[in-house]
């Protein structure tokens, strides 16, 4: 399960697409969400400013990642 979820980790964190970001969620969450101790989880990913994916969701810096565009500068740029 270890290394599974490495794994997922290193997909939810190098995707960039919002939608990549919330595929990489789907695994994880389905193991979460039969864990006892999910909402202690979250709790400590808020507490230690954890990035990567605790209690089914994705955290940066112990927020909740809300899928927003991570550089909004690099998004607006268009070339001609």
């Known amino acids: 399960m270890a290394s599974r979820w490495g794994t997922w980790e290193r997909i939810y964190l190098d995707a960039e697409a919002v939608g990549d970001r919330a595929r ?3 695994a994880p969450a389905e ?3 039969g864990c006892p101790i999910v909402a202690e989880c979250a ?3 808020e ?3 954890y990035t ?3 209690g089914g969701r994705g955290y940066r810096n112990g927020r909740e990642d809300t899928y927003r565009i991570r550089d909004p500068i690099k998004a ?4 001609a």
């Open 43 to 45: 709790d400590l990913a």
């Open 24 to 26: 990489a969620l789907i």
């Open 76 to 79: 607006r740029r268009r070339t």
């Open 52 to 54: 990567g994916i605790a």
């Open 31 to 33: 193991v979460c969400a």
């Open 47 to 49: 507490l230690s400013g």
